[in-house]
């Protein structure tokens, strides 16, 4: 018959089947690790979506460009911002652009000192004003002209009349190149007159210097000249009486001489 196992043989064989539980488990980790790292490594790297243009997209939209209308505005009334004139031209059609031009500033310093009032609201001298629809801006340029802003009596504008025009083939865009070629010539009479101004400065520049060395030569030759006066005041000779020639013999030699010759 088979002798039963002993308490600490039972314990050693409990020791040894967890210790090989945990190295099977250990060595499971570092399989499970190894194929995590490769399968990371082996990712594919994911490329960045690049986003194309929608070319129908950018036809509709010129398309949209080209079936607008502007109108021409030749005279802003006083108290007339764009918004202004957005709102009242607004129940005609769909505006999508005004542009007006400000008063100049010299022509606005003129008129306050006429006036005597400082300040005020700001005006606008002309303006352009888009439709979304050119038959509209056409219909509106044909109807509004020479006709009254307002037929209220209390409006701001009662008694003004709208002057305005519609510009057939005329685009948003010849405005901008108009208004981007008169700054540009602005900006170079800036220039040119900044130019012109520092060679006057110079030239002023170069004759003041030119001057103060002409005053120092001028002042540096008086006082050389007074001092010189002094000095010959200061050791002046006066003869008060003719000098007398103390040898006669010389003044017969010379009176032989002359008979002589």
Partial sequence: MKASPTMEEKEESQDLDVRSGNDEENVA??????????????????????????????????????????CYISHVPPQMGPNKVKTLLSDFGTVTRVYLVPEDPSARKRRQQQTGKKGGSKRYVEGWVEYEDRKVAKRVGMCLNNTPISNFKRSIH????????????????????????????????????????????????????????????????????????????????????????????????????????
């Fill in 29 to 70: 980790v570092e399989e499970s690790n190894d194929d995590s790292e490769k399968s990371h490594n082996e990712r594919p790297k994911k490329k960045k979506k690049i986003k194309k243009l929608d070319l129908s997209e950018v036809e509709d939209f010129n398309a949209k460009l080209r079936r607008r209308g502007v």
């Fill in 158 to 261: 009662y008694g003004q009349m709208w002057n305005i025009k519609f510009l057939r083939k005329f685009q948003w865009s010849h405005l901008t190149e108009k208004v981007s070629y008169e700054r540009r010539v602005k900006e170079h009479k800036l220039k040119i007159e900044m130019m012109q101004v520092k060679k006057e400065n110079a030239a002023y520049k170069n004759l003041v210097e030119r001057g103060q060395l002409m005053d120092r030569i001028e002042a540096r030759k008086k006082r050389k000249k007074s001092d010189a006066e002094g000095y010959a005041q200061k050791f002046k000779f006066r003869q008060n009486k003719p000098m007398e020639d103390s040898e006669p013999s010389t003044k017969a030699a010379v009176l032989g001489s002359l008979l002589k010759g």
